[in-house]
């Protein structure tokens, strides 16, 4: 297949290594300067997509996105399938595929989950939402860049899974640590604690697979001086855009709400920024009730 890539970046760049090694021609835009491997750089975005059978955008944000589909749906092809697979918010993903529809290509949106290092080892999981067509098209592409594509219904809906399933890590990661640090000042051995909970009714993927307490359980950037992994900046950006999509459809919240509070003040009034989300924990061990 063509496929143009447009943001290669921490995600983006590897991405679209594994879609040139698996023997696609892939060509390539940044604002950037970056070079990446088996990858023909344009001048342009617009340049990038002209031959494309897919277009891949990987960008920071709706605003941006929004900018650089206005620039290259024109200069797609009918037929082709634009296939964004930043983390964004649903309206910006829902009007970013009815332009393109209107345009005769197909969209799908498309977060994805495992970070850079699923990027690299091509293992990341797709929430796609999206016509059937467009998700068929994409399909051989998704098992280069990753192991698991969810086709979750119609535009916007990969966003919405992506929001959903990080408003519930980022609750239950907050969770975790307090409870640790709770454990820690009743005098409860952290190893103890997660063998008990890592098998019973408080387990889940923040204790069992990514425990925020260094030295328990499987490694995690825990034992890495709390390097990301998942950055809490990153962590701020996707509860900030639940609480957007919370707003905008009228649900209520509260957790929810409370996390992407607890980020923000970690990220931008404490130490956070740059540490990876489980970096909670120090910060509730140096804390009492006040
Ligand atoms: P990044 O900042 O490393 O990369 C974004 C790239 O887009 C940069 O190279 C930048 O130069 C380029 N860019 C910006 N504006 C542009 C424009 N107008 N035209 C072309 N290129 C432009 O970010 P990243 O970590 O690669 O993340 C990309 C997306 O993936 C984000 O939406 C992020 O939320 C999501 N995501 C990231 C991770 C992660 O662990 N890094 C995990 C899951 C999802």
Not at 174 to 180: K, L, M
Not at 217 to 242: E, I, V, W
Request: charged residues 20%.
């Amino acid at each position: 297949m063509k496929i143009a890539f447009i943001g290669l970046g921490n995600m983006g760049a590897p991405m679209a290594r594994n879609l040139a090694a698996a023997g696609h021609a892939v060509t390539g835009f940044d604002t950037a300067a970056v070079a990446v491997e088996g990858v023909t750089m344009a001048g342009s975005a617009a340049d990038a997509v002209r031959a494309a059978d897919v277009a891949i955008t990987m960008l920071p944000s709706g605003a941006i996105l929004r900018a650089v589909a206005d620039e290259i749906v024109p200069a797609m092809r009918r037929g082709a399938v634009h296939l964004d697979c930043s983390t964004v918010d649903v309206a910006s993903a829902r009007a970013v595929a009815e332009t393109a529809q209107a345009a005769g290509l197909s969209a799908l949106d498309a977060p994805v989950s495992g970070g850079v290092g699923g990027a690299e080892a091509g293992t990341l999981t797709f929430m796609v939402g999206g016509d059937e067509a467009g998700f068929k098209t994409a399909l051989e592409l998704f098992e280069i860049m990753g192991k698991k594509a969810v086709h979750c219904g119609p535009s916007g809906n990969g966003q919405a899974a992506k929001i959903c399933n990080n408003m519930i890590l980022g609750a239950t990661m907050i969770v975790t640590c307090e409870a640790f640090a709770l454990a820690d000042k009743l005098g409860l051995d952290r190893q103890a604690m997660f063998d008990v909970v890592s098998t019973s009714s408080g387990s889940s993927w923040s204790m069992n697979s990514y425990c925020p307490a260094p030295g328990i359980g499987p490694t995690s950037p825990a034992d890495n001086d709390y390097r990301p992994g998942f950055s809490a900046d990153l962590m701020l950006k996707d509860l900030r855009l639940a609480m957007q999509a919370a707003e905008e459809a009228d649900a209520d919240t509260p957790l929810g709400t409370a996390a992407a509070a607890l980020y923000a003040r970690f990220v931008e009034e404490e130490d956070g920024a740059g540490r990876d989300f489980s970096a909670m924990l120090p910060r509730f061990e140096r804390r009492g009730r006040g």
